[in-house]
């Protein structure tokens, strides 16, 4: 339900456009102005790291909206999880799209025809989010990135409050969907946390209603509230979905906000560990995945990061993981690239040739073997899938990479009826 207009440019060029000058990096939750924009992106650039924030002054983040859409270098596209996703789906010309989200005029012109729009869910003017991209390399006074990246930022009040949550569940009957996918929950973070409470109950009342032979997916992004997290997970969404998608950043703050596995590892140093990873997929499907003895319906998380992707399935309830986590590897490769197949010279493979499966039992100790890309390992009836990901050298888009991942995947996978 979270849909919006892209602007991604050059965040160097845009903060030079508004007369920002270089500044050391500092982390902001929320953004309320320019200079905290200005040590946001620092911080971030300085990390290679993604990151998305709320940006409060809706006046001054109209006028930085302007100045980064007229910029000559700026790129208008669809935008927000759900429409990228929907996107992404829609160039399988057999397939219908069903998308609820704030739609204004822009937005709509840029759709493709396979994807429906409800009345109800246009509006007069678009929802624009900024994305800063920056090299790997690049420079910026005494800032330098390690890695090709982007930060978001958005002053977006109808996605940050669902407000087409309720028209996209009524739409279903007559839509008849095989699969629903679910995103946008993230942007509540911008709301009081009175109203995000009762929002969020207003939302799983919701989801609750969707028929339970459609499976839902839901896509997480960049969160900074650990409360709100722990929220989703415990008591309220994550039992109702059948299936996740998240990165590195984003399940690192899963179990931060849960004292899970590895919970006080502060941040990722390099290529997030295997084995590391292993375990808090683990341990996700395990505290808060479907049971004998638990009432949810948490069977699946495919997990992405450049390097590698994981597909994590509690036995019994998908098929065809090893095309899936292929398929989602694949479209790491050609989007980034803006190829139609990989391109072997423009690629190269940044995972770790060797490593363990966890390192809190005793693990395995894995190779890759390059004829036989997907491997395959199993932990008290949850099955792992991993494969290592083509990089793309020089990326020509990273905006959207993860939910075109999670969207080819989910298209690969098959889903056992219970």
């Known amino acids: 339900v979270n849909t919006c207009v892209d602007v991604v440019l050059s965040g160097v060029k845009l903060l030079e456009a508004l007369g920002l000058e270089p500044s050391d990096g500092k982390n902001h939750a929320v953004l309320n102005s320019r200079q905290d924009l200005r040590e946001a992106f620092a911080h971030f650039m300085e990390r290679g790291a993604a990151a998305e924030r709320f940006f409060s002054d809706a006046e001054a983040f109209q006028d930085i909206a302007r100045t980064a859409s007229e910029h000559p270098a700026a790129q208008l596209y669809v935008g927000g999880n759900a429409a990228l996703i929907g996107q992404k789906l829609a160039t399988n010309p057999d397939l219908k799209i069903l998308l609820c989200g704030p739609v204004g005029p822009k937005l709509h012109e840029l759709l ?14 678009d929802e624009f989010h900024l ?15 390690p890695a090709a990246n982007r930060f978001i930022f958005s002053h977006d009040l109808s996605n940050g409050a669902l407000n087409m949550l309720e028209v996209f ?13 679910l995103s946008g929950l993230h942007m509540m973070e911008g709301q009081s946390k009175e109203m995000r409470q009762r929002r969020l109950m207003e939302a799983v009342a919701s989801i609750s209603d969707i028929p339970t032979d459609i499976p839902i997916h839901l896509e997480l992004a960049s969160m900074t509230d650990q409360d709100f997290m722990g929220n989703i997970m415990h008591q309220q969404v994550f039992p109702l979905v059948n299936s996740i998608g998240l990165n590195e950043q984003e399940l690192l703050f899963l179990t931060q906000s849960a004292s899970g596995p ?45 390097a590698y992707h994981i597909l994590a399935t509690v036995d019994g309830h998908w098929g065809n993981q090893a095309a899936a986590v292929a398929a989602g590897a694949r479209a790491a490769g050609t989007q980034a690239c803006a190829t139609d197949t990989i391109d072997t010279s423009k690629v190269f493979l940044k995972a770790p040739l060797e490593f363990v499966t966890s390192h809190t039992e005793a693990p395995s100790k894995i190779s890759l073997n390059p004829d036989e890309p997907v491997v395959r390992w199993h932990r008290e009836g949850i099955s792992f899938h991993f494969t290592p990901v083509l990089v793309c050298k020089d990326p020509v888009r990273t905006v959207g990479l993860g939910d075109a991942i999670s969207a080819e995947g989910l298209l690969y996978s098959e889903v056992y009826p219970q």
Do not use: C
């Open 112 to 125: 493709d025809d396979n994807v429906v729009v409800p009345p109800e869910s246009m509006q007069e003017r």
């Open 131 to 145: 994305i800063l991209e920056y090299q790997a390399g690049e420079q910026w006074g005494r800032v330098k990135a």
């Open 169 to 181: 569940v009524s739409s279903l009957d007559e839509f008849q969907p095989d699969l629903v996918v």
């Open 262 to 306: 590895h919970a006080s590892l502060p941040s990722w140093s390099g290529i997030p560990d295997v084995g590391v990873v292993s375990d808090i997929l683990f341990w996700i499907l395990k505290e808060h995945g479907k049971t004998a003895a638990r009432a949810s319906d948490l069977t699946r998380i495919h997990f992405h990061t450049l």
